[in-house]
Structure formats: structure tokens, C-alpha cells
């Protein structure tokens, strides 16, 4: 069985010290900017330099974390401190902004690239095309079981290339309910985005889950407990795993000295065949002891953990107040721009050929194509319009090659004309299909926040990109400027702000199957609270989509890109048409409905 790697998180000089003192191989650390902690205490250049220097005079790597995305006019420092981490002598980079991985590879060739989790890469195929960017490691999401996790360092061994590549997961600590890095709810709720290490918690706080005015459940139910991964190490050890990650940059010597001090009790205890059920029993007795928000074994163990949300009650329920609802046009700039639709989801009973004719693009779910009775509703469209098949913005380990199957099918029987590139192991597709007959967008939730990552996908085959949601007007127009890749702006909608992997109505991350997602009436369901959501769940990979009750409405002055776009959710084909004439007339809407910008400067 190989070494694995256990790696800790440090704050601080002190907490370098706790977890050298119990064993840890390798820190993760962070400047005090372009790091996913921002609220942290985190490292000025001298003392990042003297930390270095004592990690390695006891044998430990120490790894810089610059995981967030990167703004235009910031790229040239966050290289400028890679460069500088290099220097001292750091041993590898831990980035999440596609364009700052293009830059760090080109001029620092020989340092390790390590791919954060804010990525989402939940395949071998998203590894593959990080392979091939450069990267030498890559942190799964931790949506994948252990059997997922050790598949995919199988899969890594047998192609070709790619046999050095190593995969690293986390075993312990704080979890994301929603996806990381795909998560918007902090941006567009409270104007300060977790993909730039400012993350307000959204899931932390108190909501009713309602149907139809009736509270199904009420609590803290999207707050999770700490991962904690003692009953799969073995397996993932016995897997090839090259390195086990604690999650815990926030929190104190005295809590991540413990944790650390016990995983490396417990990875010494099967490397040495001592390992049993009574000192599992004892380490787990150990980590709950200083764990106040509980402990859940989350997506890592396979089997159906019901555990992984911290309370939910149905009782002590109040309404909260809710504003009058205002709503106001406002006459900004006419936008003249070709259009592209985004339908969430097709209802059956509109009729959908009564939509406009100044419509470009249609862009349809992965999921809407496996219902039959919409097949004649996608036929219609596609005779009208230019039809692309919009991915989902993750797809894990063991449905990914039933997904990529199904990708054929569907292009097959509808002749579509392109695709929507939601992840980075959607890139594969470039390759499978070319560029000569299929066009490709890349979608929101690639992140396109600098026009390095802009080239980038351009490089690679990708026609046009989304612009991030999140970037600031400003940013935007420098990005404009600088990249050669025609660009599309999302200026109306119902954003996606959370994908959670966990059913809401049966608290478990694995579809029971009991049907409920796919009768009518729970289109109807919501969270309420401070925060209000509309709420989609798919049985398809046991998902939950948030979707904020306030609909974005894009200032109409501040439409810079090639092509704007529209996201629907719900609305009838008179709505959407509606909506549509107004913003082409130069209308965009205010009011305790609607958000007009989400992120102002670095937030």
C-alpha cells in the first residue's frame, strides 16, 4: 500500500507548529489575497517566506493557495505572487480561475499545479483536461463516494499520460452543501462571492420548506455537519489515493492539532495492519468531542447517510415579515444584440410556437431531452431555431460515461447545433465532435472573469463565452476589450445559486426514488426565510437547484458582450415574449423583486 499524503490546514504560525507536532505531511496556506478565506488571518509575503522555511526544515510541503477567481485587472499580481511563492520555495499552487492556471503554467512551467475543489471535477474526463493544462493534482468534489474517488485514480493509472497524476479528497472538516465553486448564493444575496473567499454562509441560516403555504420542514436545513472520513480511509488508501485533505483554515491550533494527531494515528494503524472496529470507535469518540456542529460521513461513504444536515424541525415555525412587492420599468439603452434563450425547464401546456422570431439561440437542459413528452416541443424548436444542449454544471464519476452516451443520442435525434459547456470535463466534447459542424458556448458556470480564461477556451474550440454572473460592469468591459472570443451576457433571470447534491424532501443524499420531484405540484415548492428560493429537485443524480425568488434584471446600459441572454424559469411564452420586447426596447425592471447588480469591485 503507498504513502498517503495528509494534509492540514494552517491560519496561522501557531497551528504550523500543532500540525507539524502531530504528523502532518503537507499545509495549505494562503496569502492575504486570492485565497478562498478571505475573512482569515492568512500570510503576508515574510511570513508565508518563514513558514515555508520551517515546514521544510521538518519535512513537510507547504502548498500556496490561490483559489479564487481572478479579475481582470488583478491577474498580473496574483501571478506576481506565484512567482514570488515559487522563489521561496513553495511546492506546489492550489488555483480554481482557469485563466491564472494558463499563466502560472506558462511562466512557471515546473511548479505544481494543483487543481482546488472549487472546480467541480467530479470525472475522469474533467482530469484528463486539467492533465493536459498542466496540472499534476487535482482535488475531487466532494459529491463522489470513496468507490467514485478510487475509480477515478484507476481510470488515471490506466490512460495514457496520465498515470502521475494525483487525485487528493477531503476526509474531514467543514462541508459546502452546494457544489464548490458553483455556488452563488453569498454574491447574489449579500454582494460578497465565495469564489473570492468571501462566503456569507446563505446555508447556515434558518428556512421553512413550504408547499403551497404548508411548512414541510423547518430549520437549519441546509447546514451540514463536519465530514468525517475514518470508516472509508482504508478504502481509499487501498485505492492509490495520494492525499487525504482536512478542511479547516478558520479554526484554532488546539482543534486542528487534534485532528490531524488523529487521522495520523489512524492512517498509521492500517499502513501497519492494526486497524479495527474498537479503535475506529475511539478516534470517532475523539473528533466528536471537540465537533459542536456534529459529524456526518457526508457523500464519502456510499451508503445512505441521513445525517448530513445539522437540525430539522417542523416546530416553533414563524413567518417571517415580507416587504410589499414593487416593481418599476426603467428605460436605460435599446439592446439590439441577438438573443439566446435559456429554458430552464418546458412546460407542457405552453405552446411554444407562438414564441418571437428575433430568438437566435435556444438553449435546453440535459434532463428536459429524457422526458418523451416534450420531444415533439424540442422537434418544433429546432426547425426554428439554432438548439443547444446545455450540461449540467456537474456530472459525477459513475453516471459520466452514460452521460457522454446519452450526449450522442440526443445530437443524433435532434440535429442540434451545438452545445453549452458546463464544466471542464464538458471539453472532452470539443474533441469528440470537432468544431467544423458543432458549435460550443461555454456556459456560467465555467467562470469566464478574465479574458486569460476567455484565450483559453478559445485555444481549445469554444466559439463563445459567458461572462460570469458575478463580475463587476467594469471588469466586464476590460474583459470585453482584451479578448478576441465573442462574449454573451446573462441580463434576465432566475440565477441557479445552489446544486446540492441532497433531497430536501427525503433528507437523503441518495434518490430514494419515491417519485414526489416528478408530480406537478412540486413545482410549487420554496424556501423561505430571510432569503427566499424556488426550488427544482431532480432525480437525476439526486439534485437540488436553488433558484432566488428575485429575478436579475441587467441594467440595459450596462450590456457590453456580442450577445445577451435570457434565463426562464416558469414563465409562460406570452411572459417570455413580453419580457423580451421590453429589454429590446431598452427596458429593465427594479424593485423588491429584482437584483440589477450583484458584485460591486473586489468583492
Not at 425547464?345 to 438553449?363: A, G
Request: hydrophobic share 35%; aromatic share 10%.
Amino acid at each position: 500500500m503507498k504513502k498517503v499524503e495528509l494534509l492540514a490546514p494552517i491560519k496561522d504560525k501557531e497551528c504550523l507548529k500543532a500540525v507539524i507536532e502531530n504528523g502532518a505531511d503537507s499545509v495549505y496556506m494562503g496569502y492575504q489575497q486570492f485565497n478562498a478565506r478571505m475573512f482569515g488571518v492568512n500570510f503576508d509575503e515574510s511570513e508565508f517566506r518563514q513558514c515555508i522555511k520551517y515546514a521544510h526544515e521538518n519535512n513537510v510541503r507547504v502548498y500556496l493557495t490561490l483559489n479564487t477567481l481572478i479579475q481582470e485587472e488583478e491577474m498580473p499580481y496574483a501571478v506576481q505572487l506565484a512567482i514570488q511563492a515559487v522563489k521561496d520555495q513553495v511546492d506546489g499552487i492550489l488555483v480554481q480561475d482557469l485563466g491564472l492556471a494558463s499563466e502560472i503554467h506558462k511562466k512557471i512551467p515546473d511548479i505544481k499545479l494543483h487543481a482546488s475543489t472549487q472546480m467541480s471535477i467530479a470525472n475522469h474526463y474533467g482530469i484528463q483536461e486539467l492533465s493536459l493544462m498542466g496540472f499534476s493534482r487535482v482535488v475531487v468534489a466532494r459529491e463522489l463516494n470513496c468507490q467514485e474517488v478510487s475509480s477515478v485514480k484507476r481510470i488515471c493509472h490506466i490512460m495514457s499520460g496520465m498515470n502521475d497524476m494525483e487525485i487528493e479528497t477531503f476526509i474531514h472538516g467543514g462541508l459546502c452543501i452546494a457544489y464548490s465553486g458553483q455556488c452563488l448564493s453569498s454574491s447574489y444575496c449579500f454582494g460578497s462571492s465565495a469564489n473570492r473567499g468571501k462566503c456569507l454562509m446563505v446555508c447556515w441560516k434558518r428556512y421553512m420548506l413550504m408547499l403551497n403555504g404548508k411548512i414541510l420542514d423547518y430549520g437549519h436545513l441546509l447546514r451540514p455537519r463536519d465530514l468525517e472520513g475514518l470508516r472509508g480511509l482504508r478504502y481509499l488508501m487501498e485505492g492509490g489515493i495520494d492525499c487525504f485533505k482536512i478542511q479547516g483554515r478558520l479554526r484554532d491550533k488546539e482543534y486542528i492539532g487534534e485532528v490531524v494527531r488523529v487521522y495520523r494515528q489512524a492512517i498509521d494503524d492500517i499502513n501497519k495492519n492494526r486497524d479495527s472496529l474498537k479503535r475506529e470507535k475511539n478516534y470517532d469518540q475523539q473528533l466528536w468531542k471537540i465537533s459542536p456542529r456534529g459529524l456526518t460521513g457526508g457523500n464519502l461513504l456510499p451508503e445512505l447517510d441521513k445525517n448530513l444536515i445539522m437540525d430539522i424541525n417542523v416546530e416553533d415555525a414563524t413567518f417571517p415579515e415580507y416587504e410589499n412587492k414593487v416593481r418599476k420599468k426603467i428605460l436605460g439603452k435599446p439592446v439590439k444584440k441577438d438573443i439566446a434563450i435559456f429554458m430552464r425547464e418546458i412546460i407542457p401546456e405552453e405552446n411554444y410556437s407562438l414564441l418571437r422570431d428575433d430568438i437566435k439561440w435556444v438553449y435546453i437542459p440535459y434532463v428536459s431531452f429524457f422526458e418523451e413528452c416534450f420531444s415533439d416541443t424540442i422537434q418544433k424548436l429546432c426547425e426554428r431555431y439554432e438548439v443547444y444542449l446545455y450540461m449540467p454544471p456537474m456530472i459525477y464519476e459513475r453516471n459520466c460515461e452514460n452521460v457522454y452516451s446519452d450526449v450522442d443520442r440526443i445530437l443524433n435525434k435532434y440535429g442540434l447545433r451545438g452545445i453549452v459547456l458546463s464544466n471542464v470535463s464538458d471539453l472532452m466534447l470539443l474533441k469528440r465532435y470537432g468544431t467544423k459542424h458543432m458549435r460550443y458556448v461555454s456556459g456560467n458556470h465555467l467562470h469566464i472573469y478574465n479574458h486569460f480564461t476567455a484565450d483559453k477556451l478559445r485555444e481549445m474550440g469554444v466559439q463563445t463565452g459567458t461572462i460570469s454572473l458575478e463580475l463587476p460592469l467594469e471588469s466586464c468591459i476590460l474583459l470585453k476589450k482584451a479578448t478576441k472570443l465573442p462574449v454573451q451576457q446573462i441580463i434576465f433571470g432566475h440565477p441557479d445559486l445552489m446544486h446540492i447534491k441532497y433531497c430536501l424532501l427525503s433528507h437523503s443524499q441518495e434518490c430514494i426514488h419515491c417519485g414526489c420531484c416528478r408530480k406537478k405540484i412540486y413545482r410549487n415548492l420554496e424556501l423561505r426565510g430571510e432569503i427566499e428560493f424556488d426550488i427544482r429537485i431532480q432525480d437525476f443524480q439526486t439534485e437540488t437547484i436553488l433558484y432566488s425568488k428575485k429575478i436579475f434584471s441587467l441594467d440595459t446600459t450596462r450590456v457590453i458582450a456580442d450577445s445577451v441572454r435570457f434565463d426562464f424559469l416558469g414563465e409562460t411564452v406570452a411572459e417570455m415574449n413580453h419580457i423580451i420586447e421590453d429589454v429590446r426596447n431598452g427596458y429593465y425592471y427594479i424593485g423588491t423583486d429584482y437584483v440589477n447588480e450583484i458584485l460591486k469591485g473586489d468583492c
